[in-house]
């Protein structure tokens, strides 16, 4: 079974390698990341997260950007280990849309 | 378990096996002969470390130096090309091929 990393040797065609900008919500995911691995077991260690990433699959794999697919392997792996619940991340994915909301209205 | 196996300078083959799981083992390399470059260290599994088993006793990785040509049947760059991978002794066995 060859998971959606695992490329090499395959046809890819040429790379990008213009520097992108963070975004701000960009960083905020490698710092959560950084917190979640700092821990005495980890909660989230780096071998973790890759696999979580892998996990997504190949469609969500490609089709994600580097921080989205490091937002969706966090969340899968914070459900799955019981962290947070899916109704808590519900309502604040709720609450951080309207707060967004109403700041793009201003 | 974790005394090392190999020695530098022996020809080993990586293991053709394709399980599903988090993997460090490149797809190309699988089932190819190589020699044993150097002990890497003697690390926790990173195929238990991905689902949280912390607990686990530490393997021992090699530097496995890989000639261009035998990992990719086109190669049209120098045959004296080699491309160097690290990978867990579970991975590897012995070959007789030179």
Known sequence: ?106 | MSTPQFTVGQRVRVRAVFPPGHIRTPYYTRGRVGTIASLAGIDPNPEQLAYGQLDHPPVPVYRVRFRQPDLWPNYTGHPQDTTIVDICEHWLEASDDA
């Open chain 1, 1 to 106: 079974m060859r998971r959606p990393h695992d490329v090499g040797g395959l046809e890819a065609g040429p790379l990008d390698t213009e520097e992108h900008p963070s975004e701000p919500w960009e960083k905020r995911v490698l710092v959560m990341r950084q917190l979640l691995g700092r821990q005495q077991p980890p909660i989230i260690s780096a071998d973790e997260l890759r696999r979580g990433i892998e996990d997504l699959g190949a469609d969500d794999y490609n089709r994600l950007s580097y921080h989205e697919r490091w937002t969706a392997a966090i969340a899968n792996i914070l459900l799955h280990k019981g962290v947070i619940s899916v109704d808590e991340l519900g309502q604040q994915m709720h609450v951080v849309e309207t707060r967004w909301q109403q700041e793009r209205a201003l």
